[in-house]
């Protein structure tokens, strides 16, 4: 099992930066992927920025090139770097967890999240 508590979130203008972390109960150096999801008020979650156990990334179009999701396997930490924030960022931002076992079967382990709110 993997605990995760992010931390970061908060009010901000736009076009101002805020940077969330995402802390795990264990080592995250062989968890196959750590990812950010989003849920706006009454929409769906949805990925935001993945990271792979061999430091790949990925982003959602609407954010590549002002988020950046980074690692530190040495303090079992994950970031998303937040920058010229829009209204349309606002939404509550989850820390996801995909581990696959020695059998292959995945699990998935979800932070509490944390809300971001950007104001114009």
């Known amino acids: 099992q993997v605990q995760l508590v992010e931390s970061g979130g908060g009010l901000v203008q736009a076009g101002g930066s805020l940077r969330l972390s995402c802390a795990a109960s264990?080592?995250?150096?062989?968890?196959?992927?750590m990812n950010w999801y989003r849920q706006a008020p009454e929409k769906p979650r949805k990925l935001v920025a993945t990271?792979?156990?061999?430091?790949?990334?990925d982003y959602v179009d609407s954010v590549k090139g002002r988020f950046t999701i980074s690692r530190d396997n040495a303090k079992n930490m994950i970031y998303l770097q937040m920058n010229s924030l829009k209204p349309e960022d606002t939404a509550v931002y989850y820390c996801?967890?995909?581990?696959?076992?020695?059998?292959?079967?995945?699990?998935?382990?979800w932070g509490q999240g944390t809300p971001v709110t950007v104001s114009s």
């Open positions: 996801n967890a995909v581990v696959v076992d020695s059998s292959d079967s995945m699990y998935e382990y």
């Open positions: 990271i792979t156990s061999g430091g790949s990334t």
């Open positions: 264990r080592n995250i150096f062989s968890i196959r992927a």
